[in-house]
């Protein structure tokens, strides 16, 4: 049986970069009280680090591919306390359901929005962009 140990170690790597993001965001959510979580935190400077340049998106494409595949797995403990806890699922039913809906459609609403002006953004600024290479390479080229 032949393993590719390069591919499994370049995953868990991966896996291990995205885990000390989480954790350095964590940090950072827990010294400057931040209202949001420590996993937002993270992947914003997640985020941050790949427009910068520190970070390449090739370098966590494998692990969270790995991740997407792997999902369901992470979401059995969840399950697990819906089930310990349905006493408190069923006192709730209504408040929990309309939270959910009203989550997901601001969710709906939000990322349509977001990728809306993203496109728009993005459309304005390809233009701008094909301009600047076009008239540096002329002005070489002189």
């Avoid at 590719?4 to 827990?30: D, S």
């Avoid at 209504?94 to 809306?116: D, F, H, N, Q, R």
């Amino acid at each position: 049986m032949d393993i590719p140990l390069k591919k499994y170690t370049g995953i868990v790597l991966q896996v291990i970069l995205m885990y000390g993001f989480y954790w350095i965001g964590n940090l950072v959510q827990a010294v400057l009280h931040l209202p949001l979580t420590g996993s937002i935190v993270g992947m914003l400077l997640l985020f941050i680090a790949i427009q910068l340049g520190w970070i390449r998106i090739s370098w966590g494409e494998e692990g969270s591919s790995w991740l997407q595949s792997n999902l369901q797995l992470l979401f059995i403990p969840p399950t697990v306390g819906i089930i310990n806890h349905f006493d408190f699922f069923r006192a709730n039913t209504v408040l929990l359901v309309l939270g959910l809906v009203v989550s997901t459609l601001v969710t709906c609403l939000l990322s349509a929005k977001i990728s809306e002006w993203l496109m728009a953004w993005r459309s304005t600024h390809q233009g701008k962009k094909e301009a600047i290479s076009c008239s540096h390479s002329s002005s070489e080229s002189e």
